[in-house]
């Protein structure tokens, strides 16, 4: 080998322009071996891993988008129905409170009437009371004053329609009395 | 492999008395199978590492994304970085939204393939960028032609040869002029510089790297001499900022390489443009 390399270089230097064709050939032909495995397998591998990423990753945000659409739609619904059942219940409040004032005024109205009715009722049975009262104590105290007088005076005052007068005079000289004194009170 | 190279430097070094620089030759190594020069040729080192970036390629891409997780290991988001590098950068920014999805597999072999080629340079061992050999840079660059050349006449039909030779808004006697440089420079010289623009900044660097080994062994231990043993060092170190900027280098011609080829196919697709 040495031998060689002490000839090759006695024989002047290699032109380095010129090509060995082997070399060339070699190069060539592993150039393009290497061109059809990248064409075939790794290239189209490396497209796909950067596709999937891709996928994965919009895919991701869409779905993250959509979350967010739905979660916006049930808080504006949510919000809707919240909105609703504060009117609903405020409704409802002003209709109680309505309803009550009816109800109160009603039972007022109707405990006035009873109150009313009661008092008249009561009313008419005193004086119906004191009216046959009055009569019965009209006859009674006569009868009795008569017996009384009677008693007392003997029997002169037998005659009825002078009797009958001295007491009418009395009862009528009482009421007067009795008026003169309620007037006074 | 640089044992046999360097060891051969060493004894033309003894035998004529003095430091003799690595040469262009050196660049090529001794086959490795040697029988098989019967057919034409050995099996070299340049074609072993050709052939080791397309496995080398194709099993870390297919590891790291064998489980296309949507939530990526370290692993797989490094080589989803690099995809989507080619992808947006080389593909979508220059082919635009329109046409770039059926050329970002081109552009990732060529980025890729054209990377790994250059980065075996830098690999203790390897230190061998495929593309400081001329053959397979005329082998891409004359793919990536054809493709381009292709795909404009199959877009724009015949029409495709006065769009890229006549250039538009020029006084009509100069045509005779501009259309055979536009020819010259559009289809012959593009392809060779894209070839060449790879290849010559690969071989600078890898006759750097050479020289900077070769002269480091020669003054430390051909020469005798406390003097000769430091400059020695001296140029060991002054060769890791070198290595530093060839990894630049590397990855940058690899980029300018993929770059062109997006520019050259959207040159092709948007031909009226231009």
Redesign the interface.
């Known amino acids: ?2 031998s ?3 000839i ?2 006695a024989e002047g ?2 032109n ?13 032909l ?6 059809f ?3 075939k ?3 189209p ?6 596709q ?2 891709v996928e ?1 990753i919009e895919g991701g945000i869409n779905q993250a988008e959509e979350a967010k659409a739905e979660a916006e739609a049930l808080k504006a619904e949510y919000q809707k129905q919240l909105a609703e059942s504060r009117a609903e219940a405020s409704r409802i409040r002003d209709e109680a409170r309505a309803e009550a004032g009816q109800i109160v005024a009603e039972a007022q109205e109707k405990a006035a009437a009873e109150a009313s009715r009661i008092r008249e009722q009561a009313q008419a049975q005193i004086q119906a009371e004191r009216a046959a009262a009055a009569a019965q104590l009209k006859t009674d105290v006569g009868s009795l004053a008569t017996d009384l007088a009677s008693k007392i005076i003997g029997e002169a005052l037998e005659d009825d329609a002078r009797s009958q007068r001295v007491v009418d005079r009395f009862l009528a000289d009482l009421d007067a009395e009795q008026q003169t004194q309620g007037a006074a009170q | 492999m640089r044992g ?2 360097l ?2 430097l060493a ?2 070094a003894a035998e004529e008395g003095g430091f003799q620089p690595p ?6 190594l ?1 086959e490795i199978f040697p029988w098989m020069a019967e057919w ?2 050995g ?2 080192k ?2 072993l590492m ?2 080791l ?2 496995l080398l ?2 099993a870390l ?2 590891f790291a ?1 064998r489980k ?3 939530v ?1 290991s370290r692993t ?1 988001w490094i ?2 970085s690099g ?2 590098f080619v ?1 947006n950068t080389l593909g979508r920014d220059i082919l635009g939204e329109k046409h770039f999805r059926p050329w ?3 552009l ?2 060529v980025f890729f ?1 054209v990377l790994f080629n250059n980065i075996f340079g830098a690999i203790p061992f390897l230190q061998l960028p ?1 593309f400081s ?4 840079a ?3 660059a ?2 990536i032609w054809l493709t381009w050349v292709v795909l404009g006449f199959r877009m724009h039909g015949a029409k495709y040869l006065k769009l890229v030779t006549v250039p538009s808004g020029v006084p009509k006697y100069l045509l005779p002029l501009l259309v055979p440089l536009e020819f010259l420079s559009n289809f012959i010289i593009r392809p060779v510089t894209h070839s ?1 623009r790879l ?1 010559a900044v690969m ?1 600078a660097g890898h006759i750097i790297v050479m020289l900077a080994g070769s002269a480091a062994e020669y003054l430390i231990v051909q020469q005798e001499g406390i003097a000769n043993t430091g400059l020695g060092v001296l140029i060991l170190l002054g060769s890791i900022p070198l290595y530093f900027l060839e990894l630049v280098m590397m990855v940058l011609q690899a980029f300018v390489f993929a770059l062109l080829t997006a520019i050259y196919i959207q040159g092709s697709i948007e031909a009226e443009a231009h």
Do not use: C
Request: hydrophobic share 55%; proline share 8%; charged share 10%.
């Open positions: 080998m040495i060689a390399s002490l090759q270089a230097d290699a380095p322009l010129a090509p060995n064709p082997w070399e060339l050939l070699v190069a060539a592993g150039f393009l071996v290497l061109l495995v990248v064409i397998w790794i290239a591998k490396f497209e796909q891993a950067y999937n990423r994965a | 046999p190279a060891s051969s004894l033309r040469t262009i030759s050196e660049t090529h001794p034409g040729t099996f070299g340049n074609m050709a052939l970036a397309v390629i194709i891409f297919s994304i296309q997780a949507l990526p797989q080589a989803e995809y989507a992808r970002v597999p081109l990732f072999t393939f495929t050999h001329a053959g397979p005329y082998a891409m004359g793919m060449l290849m071989l």
